[in-house]
């Protein structure tokens, strides 16, 4: 495949993720793993004695998208790691 037909197919690959998780929030890849749009509760804001707001900062949720392995593909990356 030439450099130009694997940026075509990567690129492509990436939008449909996007879409997809604009859309419903999970995409599942066969044998890969899936993604997911997930909130989670993050602190943010000023941590310093001498500023602004609470010394440890102000939670805040915040939308991330996370990764989530097949089981096959976490075992083999553990057994691979347990190896050396």
Do not use: Q
């Not at 690129?11 to 879409?19: F, R």
């Not at 793993?33 to 949720?61: C, H, Q």
């Amino acid at each position: 495949m030439s450099e130009e037909n694997v940026k075509t197919v990567y690129l492509g690959l990436v939008k449909l993720i996007t879409t997809e998780l604009r859309a419903h929030a999970l995409i599942r890849l066969p044998h890969l793993g899936d993604f997911a749009i997930v909130e989670i509760r993050t602190r943010y804001g000023p941590k310093g004695g001498n500023s602004r707001g609470p010394l440890w900062g102000e939670l805040k949720d915040v939308n991330t998208i996370r990764f989530y392995a097949n089981y096959l593909w976490r075992d083999y990356f553990k057994a691979l790691k347990n190896l050396k």
